[in-house]
């Protein structure tokens, strides 16, 4: 039972070491790590209810997700790059184009989310 614990301790830690490595290394993961802190505090600050806060919740770790796998992947297609050097780029951009579209898609969802707020500030 205690070699388990040991184990699922030292798991988690090497998952937090990789999660470290991305928030040093990864540009975009910092940028989106702010702009998801900033999206749920206006959450709070607008009141949202329990289930949009969820829904907000959800969309910034879809990205955040997303963004970790595209560097793993950019990771190890590094380690090719010398030999296949096109066929890389066009995999890199895919990459690129996941994030992007699950970015475009949270914005959507939040803007969805935001609008009955926004307009009543306004008004």
């Known amino acids: 039972m205690f ?20 928030h040093k290394h990864e540009h975009n993961f910092q940028f989106q790590i702010l ?3 900033l999206v749920l505090l206006a959450g709070m600050v607008v009141s949202m ?7 907000l919740l959800g ?3 879809l990205v955040l997700i997303l963004e970790v ?6 990771k190890m297609l590094d380690v090719l790059k010398p030999r296949l050097t096109y066929q890389v780029k066009i995999i890199k951009d895919m990459l690129a184009a996941m994030v992007l579209l699950a970015a475009i898609f949270s914005i959507i969802i939040g803007s969805i989310l935001f609008y009955p707020y926004m307009f009543e500030l306004l008004v």
């Open 49 to 55: 209810a329990r289930w949009e806060m969820i829904v």
């Open 59 to 61: 969309m910034i770790m």
């Open 35 to 37: 702009v998801g802190c």
């Open 69 to 74: 796998l595209n560097s793993v992947f950019e």
């Open 3 to 22: 070699s388990y614990i040991k184990q699922l301790k030292k798991s988690f830690s090497y998952a937090w070491q990789g999660i470290v490595y991305v």
